[in-house]
């Protein structure tokens, strides 16, 4: 029997800027983006019937179509006319509809996957291509570790590797819409932040660099609409949190922190006034 494992880590935004809106609704976007050390987990087994199965170890998280590890399955085997099929069992760790692209992260490793046990030999490049296809974080999630996102956040530029720290996340208890967070953005009317400012300090792999060019445009709509959201960030920052930022377009809020005291303080702090917190590094590559 075939079977494989793929990790599928959660990713956050070190910076997220929108410059404008196109044609097409989607926002042009700038993106610095970096995988974390907390990942959902997919089991793979290859089945000669044509059929995709998918097992989901969550609650609340359907196991048919509206799934994108479902999508992702489907749109192999429709692409490469795939006759045999997949049995996928999905175990969640990354909080759902946090903003910290766990949804796209399982399509990505689900298509990486696909493509060892169908044996479709298709490139990281042709991977991304197709997962755009699915929704704009897949691509960055085929690559993984620090990388400049740009266009609608599907073309990928690979940086180096963040510099190691702490990191403590909070999600509360609230849900937000992407498209409704876009849709209130006012990209005229907001302070956009620094990328290449950011892309500087990845490469210098400065530590406090990134802290000073820490910055998310969507803060403006969902900080301003959930005062929850707010007030995490600012008790990361008094619990002292180096830098506190919300990842994507929310509710997660992550804090970056140089030293470990003062990171298992920050995560003391926060799960006083919050159920969903987490204390993560960087992702370090398996060797
Ligand atoms: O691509 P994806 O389906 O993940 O995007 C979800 C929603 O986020 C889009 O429908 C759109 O409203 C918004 N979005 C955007 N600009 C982007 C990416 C996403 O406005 N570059």
């Known amino acids: 029997m075939m079977k494989i ?10 910076s997220l800027d929108a410059l404008y809106k196109r044609p097409d609704n989607y926002h042009e976007l700038e993106m610095v983006m970096t995988t974390i050390d907390l990942a959902d987990r997919l089991q793979l087994v290859l089945l000669e019937k044509d059929t995709i199965k ?13 799934n994108l590890v479902y999508q992702a399955a489907a749109l192999l085997k429709e692409r490469f006319s795939i006759k045999q099929g997949v049995a996928i069992t999905l175990d969640k760790s990354i909080p759902v509809a946090a903003g910290l692209a766990g949804g796209s992260s399982d399509a990505a490793a689900a298509l990486k996957g696909l493509n060892q046990i169908w044996g479709l030999q298709l490139t990281l490049t042709e991977l991304a291509n197709l997962g755009a296809e699915l929704g704009s974080d897949i691509p960055f999630c085929l690559y993984g570790g620090t990388a400049l996102a740009t266009g609608r956040g599907e073309i990928i530029k690979p940086l180096p590797m963040m510099p190691n720290c702490w990191i403590v996340l909070a999600k509360p208890s609230i849900s937000v819409s992407t498209p409704g967070v876009y849709r209130d953005l006012r990209v005229g009317e907001v302070e956009h932040p620094n990328t290449a400012g950011m892309v500087q300090a ?15 445009v969507l803060e403006t709509v969902t900080l301003a609409k959930h005062p929850e959201v707010k007030r995490i960030k600012e ?4 619990f002292g949190a180096d830098t506190a930022l919300m990842s994507g377009s929310g509710p997660t809020v992550f804090a970056l922190v140089k030293q470990y005291s003062r990171a298992k303080r920050v995560y003391n702090g926060l799960r006083g006034f919050c159920e969903e917190v987490y204390l993560v590094r960087p992702w370090q590559e398996e060797k």
């Open 5 to 14: 494992n793929v990790k599928a880590p959660a990713k956050i935004n070190l």
């Open 54 to 66: 998918l097992d989901v170890k969550a609650h609340f998280i359907p196991d048919d179509k509206r």
């Open 202 to 216: 990845i490469q210098d792999g400065s530590f406090e660099g990134i802290c000073d060019n820490i910055g998310n």
């Open 235 to 238: 008790k990361m920052l008094e």
